[in-house]
Nanobody, 121 residues
């Protein structure tokens, strides 16, 4: 079992930045992948970015590359999502997830409870 807890969400003005943090605990393996997804009201959950267990490989959805950066602290069991130049359309609940394989589908094995990001215009 893997437990995930997200933090760092909040309200920010358009053009601002936020750092989301995902703290995980439990048994993980070297092939695990950490991902960030988001879901806006009335919309499907969408893939944002993913990172390997070692932190040496990343994957981004095209619409986020260049503005968002995923990283992890191997020693502290933390995964981060740095979000810059935020736009009102980035308003959503953001979820951290863990999976046993690379995927952009919201079908990961373990999920956090989500953290809300609201961007005001």
């Amino acid at each position: 079992q893997v437990q995930l807890v997200e933090s760092g969400g909040g309200t920010v003005q358009a053009g601002g930045s936020l750092r989301l943090t995902c703290e995980f605990s439990g048994t993980v393996f070297a092939n695990y992948v950490w991902g960030w997804f988001r879901q806006a009201p009335g919309k499907e959950r969408e893939f944002v970015a993913a990172i390997s267990w070692r932190g040496d490989k990343t994957d981004y959805a095209d619409s986020f590359e260049g503005r968002f950066t995923i990283s992890r602290d191997v020693w502290k069991n933390l995964v981060f999502l740095d979000m810059n130049n935020l736009k009102p359309e980035d308003t959503a609940a953001y979820y951290c997830a863990v999976n046993s394989a690379w995927s952009r589908k919201p079908e990961y094995d373990y999920w956090g409870q989500g953290t809300q990001v609201t961007v005001s215009s």
